[in-house]
């Protein structure tokens, strides 16, 4: 059940969105949360701490991400689509695509804020890199460049369907085509990567 802080940061996103941090008030999320301002300042004492809290918690829900070990004994592809399948419910979770959307439009508005959360962005995709090494290390995948790797797995899901929906569905692919999607990325990602002699592996 969401309490006073969660309905103060759902109230900041919805003005924010609307005003950018520079434009906000403390005033005007408060009414918007429906709570004082002395409650709203009992949480957060300026609105810039209110967006540093939206944008902690969108890293969170990534680093709370849980892709398994790789296991050396089982075959690759099977693997790599079930961590692949993980991130995409990860990221399309409501409070990442909303928190997502605050994030990006204070982008355009505010350079400064835009490097602040890049530089806390840089270790998000670290379980899928973290699996993809232990392929490598293996000896199932030829692979020089780790966080290149990943950036091609999730490429095609980021382009097609995640920047869409934080861009309010503007050219998204449905949620029908998930599956279709997790395929194809794990077949080029494959294509590419796979090491000669594991193709058995990969496929079994």
């Known amino acids: 059940m969401p309490n006073k802080k969660d309905d103060i940061l759902a109230a900041a996103m919805v003005v924010f969105r609307e005003e950018g941090l520079k434009g906000a008030r403390m005033e005007r999320?408060?009414?918007?949360?429906?709570?004082?301002?002395?409650?709203?300042?009992?949480?957060?004492?300026?609105?810039?701490?209110?967006?540093?809290?939206?944008?902690a918690n969108v890293v969170e829900i990534l680093s709370d991400m849980e892709i398994p070990q790789f296991d050396q004994t089982q075959a690759v592809a099977p693997q790599l689509t079930e961590a692949?399948?993980?991130?995409?419910?990860?990221?399309?979770?409501?409070?990442?695509?909303?928190?997502?959307?605050?994030?990006?439009?204070?982008?355009?508005?505010?350079?400064?804020?835009?490097?602040?959360f890049n530089d806390a962005y840089l270790g998000v995709d670290a379980t899928i890199s973290r699996f993809i090494a232990q392929a490598a290390e293996a000896g199932l995948l030829n692979i020089d460049d780790i966080?290149?790797?990943?950036?091609?797995l999730l490429a095609l899901y980021k382009s097609s369907l995640?920047?869409?929906?934080?861009?309010?569905?503007?050219?998204?692919?449905?949620?029908?085509?998930?599956?279709?999607?997790?395929?194809e990325s794990v077949q080029v990602f494959l294509n590419r990567y796979m090491s000669k002699g594991t193709q058995v592996m990969a496929d079994r």
């Open 162 to 183: 995640l920047m869409p929906r934080i861009l309010n569905n503007v050219g998204a692919r449905g949620s029908g085509d998930i599956e279709r999607l997790i395929e």
């Open 84 to 116: 692949l399948r993980i991130y995409i419910n990860q990221t399309l979770r409501e409070d990442f695509l909303n928190g997502s959307r605050v994030i990006l439009a204070e982008f355009m508005r505010n350079p400064e804020a835009a490097k602040r």
């Open 29 to 55: 999320i408060a009414q918007e949360a429906q709570v004082s301002k002395r409650t709203l300042y009992k949480y957060f004492d300026s609105k810039e701490a209110l967006f540093e809290a939206i944008s």
């Open 147 to 152: 966080e290149g790797a990943t950036s091609l």
